[in-house]
C-alpha cells in the first residue's frame, strides 16, 4: 500500500488516470444511466445535503457520472450551479437551468455566459459535487491533474464545511490508496451507485 503522505512521481498518476479513464468509458450505457439514477438517490439522501442555497456541480464529460437526474431533483430552495474558470487560477461559479447560454472553455468543458457580476465565490456555495478519476476509502480525490478544484477550494484544508464537497464516481473508479499530496482537498463523501462513502476524520 503507497504511502498516503508521500507525493508520487507525475508519470505514475499519469498512467494511473489514463488506467481509470479507460475503465470508466469501458462502461455501457444502460450501466451510466443507471449510475446516474444512483448517485442522484444518494446525493439527496446525504445528512447534510441543503434544503436551500446555492449547491454546484459540473458538466460531465469523459464518462464522468451525469448530474442532470440530481439537478432536476434538487429542493425548490436550492439553486443549481456550474463552475467557471477564471483567470487567477480559481473556479467561481454561475446559476444555470438547462437552455441557459454555453460556451466552452479553453479544456472544451461548456460553461454559463455570465458576466463578472453574476459569478459567485467558492464560500458562496453550500454544497459542490465535484467529478473522479479515481478514489480511495480515505476520501482521497485524483482529479484530471490542473489543480482547479484544490486551488478553489485550498481553504477547506483548514475550516469546517460548507461547502460541502461531495465526489461523484463509478464504483470501477475506487483504487485501494491514493498518495496525497500536501495540496489536495479530502472529500467530506463520495457517491457512487453502491455506496455513500463518508470518511471518517483521522
Given amino acids: 500500500m503507497p504511502d498516503p503522505s508521500s507525493t508520487p512521481p507525475p508519470a505514475e498518476r499519469t498512467a494511473l488516470r489514463r488506467a481509470l479513464r479507460d475503465r470508466r468509458k469501458a462502461l455501457s450505457p444502460a450501466e451510466r444511466i443507471a449510475t446516474a439514477e444512483r448517485v442522484a438517490e444518494r446525493l439527496l439522501a446525504l445528512p447534510f445535503a441543503p434544503r436551500r442555497g446555492y449547491v454546484a456541480g459540473y458538466w460531465a464529460m ?19 450551479c ?12 454561475s446559476p444555470w437551468r438547462p437552455g441557459d447560454s454555453l460556451a466552452a472553455n479553453r479544456y472544451g468543458i ?22 473522479l478519476v479515481g478514489f480511495d476509502r480515505a476520501g482521497r480525490r485524483l482529479g484530471m491533474g490542473a489543480g482547479w478544484y484544490d486551488r478553489t477550494f485550498a481553504g477547506r484544508r483548514a475550516a469546517a464545511p460548507p461547502p460541502w464537497l461531495i465526489g461523484a464516481a463509478h464504483a470501477v473508479q475506487e483504487v485501494e490508496a491514493l498518495s496525497e499530496a500536501p495540496w489536495d482537498v479530502p472529500m467530506d463523501a463520495i457517491c457512487t451507485e453502491s455506496e455513500t462513502l463518508i470518511p471518517v476524520a483521522a
Fill in 82 to 93: 456550474l463552475p467557471v474558470l477564471h483567470d487567477d487560477g480559481r473556479m467561481r461559479f
Fill in 62 to 80: 469523459d464518462g464522468e457520472v451525469a448530474l442532470h437526474v440530481w439537478q432536476l431533483r434538487l429542493p425548490p430552495g436550492t439553486v443549481y
Fill in 110 to 131: 461548456p460553461e454559463p455566459q455570465s458576466g463578472p457580476g453574476a459569478l459567485l465565490a467558492a464560500e458562496d456555495m453550500a454544497l459542490v459535487v465535484l467529478p
